[in-house]
């Protein structure tokens, strides 16, 4: 699996090497199975050393799901800036979102690990908000091109785009889904073909 890269810190910081430690074990271990120690030991610090950056293990599940996040909008800024039209923005938002597919595929089980570890605890309540802030983000990115699209007259004007987004990420997500069980499915040649059939049916027919 490929993790963020750590950002340039100051001397003597830690905490990009405890988040690169930990996203690397959860994946290869799972949430529940993992211990400081471990996280620790891959960092190559001592234990003491995380506590003095998070308080728990799941202080530092929430960091590395931010820290993956920011990775990947800083990705997505990235590719909006290179501008075109919203058809080639949309295709090329897809095909990052098959990048990080397969490219974060192991994090799938953390992720339902962690769910089903803060359900009726104290966790739950900031685990849904955490979700509910990213999937409104990546609408949001969605959606708004979709808009641009149709401003330009590109894609059809009565089409809901927030429905548009809601659509796309759950097709995203259903697909790290099926992949984590199926290795076999290929993300790009598949995410390639949904697109076409989506960008077909929003653009308008001249």
């Known amino acids: 699996m490929s993790s963020p890269a750590p950002p340039t810190t100051a001397r003597g910081e830690k905490r990009p090497l405890i988040l690169q430690a930990a996203t690397e074990v959860f994946a290869e271990q799972g949430f529940a199975a993992v211990t400081v120690a ?3 030991e891959r960092a190559g610090i001592g234990k003491g050393t995380v506590y003095e950056y998070f308080s728990s293990k799941e202080e530092l599940l929430f960091a590395v799901f931010e820290w ?5 909008f800083e990705r997505i800024r990235g590719l909006l800036d290179e501008g075109g039209t919203a058809r080639d923005r ?12 397969a490219e974060q595929i192991d994090m799938q089980a ?5 769910w089903a570890a803060s359900r009726g605890t104290r966790s739950e309540e900031r685990y849904n908000r955490s979700c509910l ?3 409104r983000g990546y609408r949001g990115v969605l959606a708004e091109v979709v808009r641009d699209g149709q401003r ?19 097709a995203m997500d259903g697909l790290g889904v099926q992949i984590f069980f199926d290795r076999e499915i290929d993300p790009r040649t598949t995410v390639a073909a949904f697109g076409e059939v989506v960008l077909a049916g929003l653009e308008v027919r001249r």
């Open 38 to 40: 471990e996280i620790a």
């Open 68 to 72: 993956m996040n920011e990775a990947i």
């Open 90 to 101: 949309l295709r090329r938002l897809l095909e990052l979102g098959a990048e990080f597919t």
């Open 110 to 114: 953390v992720v339902l690990d962690f």
């Open 133 to 135: 802030v990213t999937f």
């Open 152 to 170: 330009a007259g590109e894609l059809r004007a009565e089409v809901d785009a927030e429905a548009v987004a809601i659509m796309l990420l759950a």
